[in-house]
């Protein structure tokens, strides 16, 4: 046990998913794992392990902004032994060829600063996904004929962002979207020596009026949790 996560040793996969929504974490359980069972719900922030195709899976919340999925990934990693870690979440499109409903494969990340800039200080560490696990989740959103993007994306530390200025040098620069985790994720990975990745959801447009409908959510939503899976194993 740690101080934010109740599992008992042996209880966390080496394989973690990390939706920021606990209840999508409980959903994406039940939905997709073999026998999931409840491993941690400290502070309401629920984790689950089962299997999927007979592998061992642990899909566990991380909150909303770095500094909260920085508690729990670090724990995850250094308590528990988390070898594989992938961030399954929403962003916002920042580009005007990435649609509502497409994936988006973070290749590396930008952000203003997150929990590690203490360490890097004056350095603008640039952190990356895991190669492996950026080409099999790209071949397998492929294979599902799903529409695709790699690139870079942006990590923001605030949802209120009146940074116009910002947002358009991102634009003008190819940033395919934002959100508000993956920089930190790959910064720690790094760090630890382990695999990281985020594969995300376009659920809303920042350059025009759209969204994804609740109604279209679940379903595509699964297609991210399953790009991430055939990942984590391929």
Not at 170 to 181: F, S
Request: proline share 4%; charged share 20%; with cysteine.
């Amino acid at each position: 046990m740690t101080v934010h996560i109740g599992a008992k040793p042996g209880e966390i996969a080496e394989t973690v998913l990390l939706p920021g929504d606990p209840y999508r974490a409980r959903w994406a359980a039940e939905t997709f794992l073999d026998s999931p069972r409840l491993v941690n719900e400290v502070r309401g922030m629920l984790g689950f392990t089962g299997t999927w195709r007979g592998h061992p899976v642990t899909i566990h919340g991380s909150g909303m902004g770095m500094p909260s999925l920085s508690i729990y990934a670090n724990e995850l990693i250094r308590d528990y032994g988390a070898q594989t870690l992938i961030r399954i979440g929403s962003a916002g499109a920042l580009q005007h060829h990435v649609n509502v409903r497409d994936i988006v494969l973070a290749q590396a990340c930008t952000t203003l600063g997150s929990p590690s800039r203490s360490i890097f200080r004056e350095l603008a560490f640039a952190p990356v996904a895991d190669f492996g696990l950026l080409a099999a989740a790209h071949a397998a959103a492929i294979a599902k004929g799903i529409a695709t993007h790699v690139g870079g994306i942006y990590s923001s530390d605030t949802f209120y962002d009146e940074r116009q200025d910002l947002s358009d040098q991102l634009q003008r620069h190819g940033t395919l979207a934002v959100e508000m985790e993956a920089a930190e994720l790959y910064s720690l990975a790094a760090r630890y020596n382990r695999r990281a990745l985020a594969v995300l959801t376009i659920s809303d447009h920042i350059l025009r009026e759209d969204a994804l409908p609740s109604a279209d959510r679940e379903r595509s939503f699964g297609d991210m949790v399953e790009i991430a899976l055939t990942a984590a194993f391929a």
